[in-house]
């Protein structure tokens, strides 16, 4: 038998390095030799229990023929040498398996024991394999935690002097939850490692200023890396006073970053080069890859090939560089023109030309960068492994996103939700059109705030990154201008805040201020207030806890200096948001009183914009953010399938994207589809309507009529065979001669129409409406992307247009309906769409009276959807 190809993967270990993990194979018996011959004495015997210095040949041809069902057996391959393996043999006639996991020496510790479990059991599941049984000496502690750390609920007990040790592999919400924990731990270490390098070598190093090679070398050596940088020229003796080597593997010393700036045809020597030389990661800023053609393609494919096997990661092709600030490691690894200063804001652009723009816009508004990824052709790490790092690092509190499209959008939806839990992700997606209700859905599900411009992005980055995010929507406005306050006041109203009336005796307080009897918020102190009587205006405002925010609007004054003291003096004191629309602040938006040459703003000082109306625009998204964080996210419901018997269905039906109606395949997740016979004639119906039981509904089979009551497309409480006939002719007659329907009358309840369909740019949608002809009219659906816990699908049932017509129905039924087809589309990604038209929520449960199917064409491989990552993350599927 042979194995499916997502058997076959590249992974990301504990310390962040990588392997390839495959099926052992005949070809792999001196890989195995060579590897047992590098195992230490101690190894051997946990593993045998007994001193086997070398394979005898039966065993090594037992080892290495394997049927990929019964016996099964995973290695883990890094620069072509065998590092581990993992095996299973199933006891004859059983759903137990024995396993064993042997790991070389120099590489225990990396993770390598867990992941090799957890994609063993993964196989075993597909295979019918339901018990893992392993036998470990008692000394072999760290083979016992190995086992421990898998995430598997584990039974032990003694036995003739060793432990045994049992455990079901089927996936389990812990064993999910131990492996996600396990990916984010790895993917934001092997991030870490290529950003925070002891060693650096930029091969392609220049002496010609302008090209890549030179001012990357020159931006590492000018920005202070706090660590050696070698360049790699072979044409030339030294670049900027620094002795070059001719080749990355004449480096004396061990090289953690390589960043190559060569022309694409030389890039792959260059990566074997640096696999050779055991480099840590890699940066390339190199072009002609995807921007190529089908010859750039495959050229990109063996350098990703080169990475792998050398066990690093990479960013780019076409990438502009790195930046990290942290003084400890001061890495500028970029061509782009420009400075960054220290701050708390990481960025990932899919963007290489962006990143100029990007230091450009940060200085201007003296916001500070923690850490900045250009990614390029995005080959490798991508702005998920980003969010992983970025989740963890406590240099960061806002993370900023352009995105040009997704590589596994619902592996986005859940870092990015749990990152957002804790740290505000602002997002700049590219390319709206057709598509962007999905990413609209995305973003909400995850918490991610969307903005439409480049300023938009950075205005609303400063006042998440200076000032606390606003309690709730009320606002408070104070300012030196009734122009500039009222159109605050309307952009405010526009995007959700509320411009609230403050309470008597503070008005009368603020009166008293400004010498005026108008109703204060705004307020008004006119052009020619002190400092001390905007500062008295502002304090009185903040104090009152009447208000969740403040705007404070200044024109252009004499004493301009004192007026923007006594708005920072206000925010400094951090009990609530202070913005400033501070007209005349050296021309530009930025941070009020951050002179140039200084450290970035930081928490306290005061996001000044240069109108009113962006002032109330990055209000509102923060207050849209906090209400977002404050909200319980739930929990995604486990609930009771048949996963094994619906993939061995979906053989079985048609791959052509033609419509099926597959009560079998949505019996396996729970979903009973109502009675339903098609027949083709009056004598058929009769016998059918006997069969489900009188009375039953003759309806029309094409989708566009079998709902259409109105049309006489669909015949209710047909009770009697003379009656059936009847109907039978008229509609016949009505609508043209066709096979028709027969069901058992349904109970009554609300029609809703439930769509799962796979979105090419954000994968899996739920969608629900109301159902009926003017539904289908009038009523846009709500759509929500995966994962979806029991609070959003409450929240989905509840927001519907129309939903107050499910009051007193069984909501919870429904919900449960589309968790069902939310596993569905987790489990099965050939599936393309499942329509359940309609779905009839009664006062206790639901019916389901029509659904229809869709699989993927033969030609689409289910490893490309969205929702799988690519092979090489295969660890991340389980």
């Known amino acids: 038998m042979t194995y499916p190809s997502h058997w076959e993967a590249d992974v990301v270990l504990a310390d962040g390095g990588t392997v390839h993990l495959r099926p052992i194979s005949p070809d792999d018996a001196d890989r195995l030799r060579a590897m047992h011959s590098r195992l230490s004495p101690d190894t051997v015997y946990m593993r045998f229990f007994s001193m086997v210095r070398t394979l005898p040949a039966r065993e090594v041809e037992r080892f290495t023929h394997v049927d990929h069902d019964d016996r099964v057996a995973f290695i883990a391959l890094l620069r072509d040498e065998m590092v581990a393996v993992a095996r299973y043999d199933r006891s004859p006639g059983t759903a137990d398996a024995e396993v064993a996991v042997v790991v070389e020496d120099a590489h225990q510790g990396r993770g390598l024991g867990p992941l090799l479990l957890e994609h063993l059991a993964a196989a075993g599941e597909e295979r019918g394999i339901e018990r893992f049984v392993a036998n470990v000496l008692p000394a072999n502690r760290r083979m016992l935690e190995v086992f421990r750390s898998a995430g598997f609920e584990i039974e032990r007990k003694l036995a003739d002097g060793y432990v045994e040790l049992f455990y079901p592999i089927q996936r389990t919400a812990a064993s999910l939850s131990v492996s996600r924990a396990r990916e984010h731990r790895a993917e934001a270490r092997s991030v870490g490692r290529l950003l925070a390098p002891q060693a650096i070598a930029v091969v392609g190093a220049s002496r010609e200023p302008g090209t890549a090679g030179h001012d990357v070398f020159r931006s590492l050596l000018a920005h202070g890396f706090d660590g050696p940088v070698y360049p790699v020229n072979p044409a030339a003796p030294h670049v900027l006073g620094v002795r070059t080597y001719g080749d990355v593997r004449d480096v004396p010393d061990d090289v953690d970053l390589a960043v190559i700036a060569l022309p694409a045809a030389q890039v792959l020597g260059a990566v074997e080069a640096c696999a050779q030389k055991h480099v840590g990661g890699l940066v390339i800023v190199s072009g002609g890859f995807g921007d190529a053609g089908d010859k750039g393609r495959a050229r990109l494919a063996q350098v990703v090939k080169a990475a792998r096997d050398g066990g690093m990661?990479?960013?780019?092709?076409?990438?502009?560089?790195?930046?990290?600030?942290?003084?400890?490691?001061?890495?500028?690894?970029?061509?782009?023109?420009?400075?960054?200063?220290?701050?708390?804001?990481?960025?990932?652009?899919?963007?290489?030309?962006?990143?100029?723009?990007?230091?450009?816009?940060?200085?201007?508004?003296?916001?500070?960068?923690?850490?900045?990824?250009?990614?390029g052709d995005r080959a490798d790490v991508s702005g998920n492994d980003l969010l992983q790092y970025w989740q963890q690092d406590p240099r960061t509190d806002v993370v900023l996103l352009h995105l040009q499209g997704f590589g596994n959008p619902r592996k986005f939806a859940r870092i990015a939700r749990d990152v957002s839990l804790a740290k505000p992700v602002v997002a700049l997606k590219s390319g709206r059109g057709a598509g962007d209700v999905a990413v609209d859905a995305l973003f909400r599900s995850a918490g991610v705030i969307r903005v439409d411009t480049l300023a938009q992005l950075f205005e609303t980055a400063q006042l998440l990154?200076?000032?606390?995010?606003?309690?709730?929507?009320?606002?408070?406005?104070?300012?030196?201008?009734?122009?500039?306050?009222?159109?605050?006041?309307?952009?405010?109203?526009?995007?959700?805040?509320?411009?609230?009336?403050?309470?008597?005796?503070?008005?009368?307080?603020l009166q008293a201020l400004t010498g005026t009897t108008e109703t204060a918020n705004p307020v008004d102190l006119g052009p020619l207030a002190s400092a001390e009587q905007l500062a008295t205006a502002l304090r009185l405002v903040a104090s009152s806890y009447e208000v969740d925010a403040l705007i404070a609007l200044v024109t252009l004054h004499s004493d301009q200096d004192a007026l923007g003291t006594a708005v920072r003096d206000l925010s400094a004191e951090g009990t609530l948001p202070v913005l400033a629309s501070f007209l005349g602040h050296d021309g530009v938006p930025g941070a009020l009183g951050i002179p140039d040459g200084a450290e970035a703003a930081g928490r306290g000082s005061v996001p000044s914009y240069a109108s009113p109306e962006s002032a109330a625009m990055a209000l509102g998204r923060a207050a849209a953010y906090a209400e977002w964080r404050a909200t319980p996210q739930g929990e995604v419901p486990c609930v009771e399938v048949d996963a094994e018997r619906a993939r061995s269905l979906i053989g079985a039906l048609p791959h052509d994207g033609s419509w099926v109606e597959p009560a079998e395949l949505l019996g396996s997740y729970g979903l009973e589809q109502w009675p339903t016979v098609r027949v083709s004639s009056v004598e058929e119906a009769v016998l059918a309507a006997g069969q489900v039981g009188w009375p039953v509904a003759l309806k029309h089979p094409d989708d566009r009529w079998r709902n259409r009551v109105d049309m006489g497309a669909v015949r209710l409480s047909v009770g009697s065979a003379a009656e059936l006939a009847t109907e039978w002719a008229s509609v016949q007659r009505l609508l043209g001669p066709t096979d028709l329907l027969v069901q058992p009358m349904a109970p009554t309840g609300v029609s809703t129409v439930v769509r799962l369909a796979q979105d090419p740019a954000v994968g899996p949608l739920l969608s629900l409406r109301l159902g009926g002809v003017a539904a289908d009219l009038l009523a846009d659906p709500l759509t929500r992307t995966l994962p979806l816990t029991d609070l959003d699908a409450a929240d989905l049932v509840r927001s519907?247009?129309?939903?107050?017509?499910?009051?007193?129905?069984?909501?919870?039924?429904?919900?449960?309906?589309?968790?069902?087809?939310?596993?569905?589309?987790?489990?099965?990604?050939?599936?393309?769409?499942?329509?359940?038209?309609?779905?009839?929520?009664?006062?206790?449960?639901?019916?389901?009276?029509?659904?229809?199917?869709?699989?993927?064409?033969?030609?689409?491989?289910?490893?490309?959807?969205?929702?799988?990552?690519?092979?090489?993350?295969?660890?991340?599927l389980r």
Do not use: K, W
């Open 313 to 375: 990661r990479l960013i780019g092709p076409n990438a502009m560089g790195v930046v990290n600030t942290d003084p400890a490691v001061s890495l500028h690894a970029t061509f782009a023109v420009g400075s960054a200063r220290p701050g708390r804001v990481g960025m990932f652009s899919q963007s290489g030309a962006l990143a100029g723009t990007v230091l450009a816009a940060m200085e201007q508004r003296r916001l500070g960068l923690s850490t900045f990824v250009s990614i």
């Open 465 to 509: 990154a200076l000032q606390p995010l606003p309690a709730g929507r009320r606002v408070g406005i104070v300012g030196t201008s009734s122009a500039l306050a009222a159109l605050a006041v309307d952009s405010c109203r526009s995007v959700g805040l509320d411009v609230v009336e403050l309470s008597a005796p503070l008005q009368e307080e």
């Open 800 to 876: 519907i247009r129309g939903a107050s017509l499910l009051e007193g129905h069984d909501t919870s039924a429904l919900e449960d309906v589309l968790h069902r087809l939310a596993r569905l589309a987790e489990d099965l990604p050939e599936v393309a769409e499942v329509l359940l038209d309609p779905v009839l929520v009664g006062t206790s449960g639901v019916t389901l009276l029509h659904a229809g199917v869709r699989l993927l064409p033969p030609e689409v491989d289910p490893e490309l959807l969205p929702r799988r990552v690519p092979a090489r993350y295969a660890s991340h």
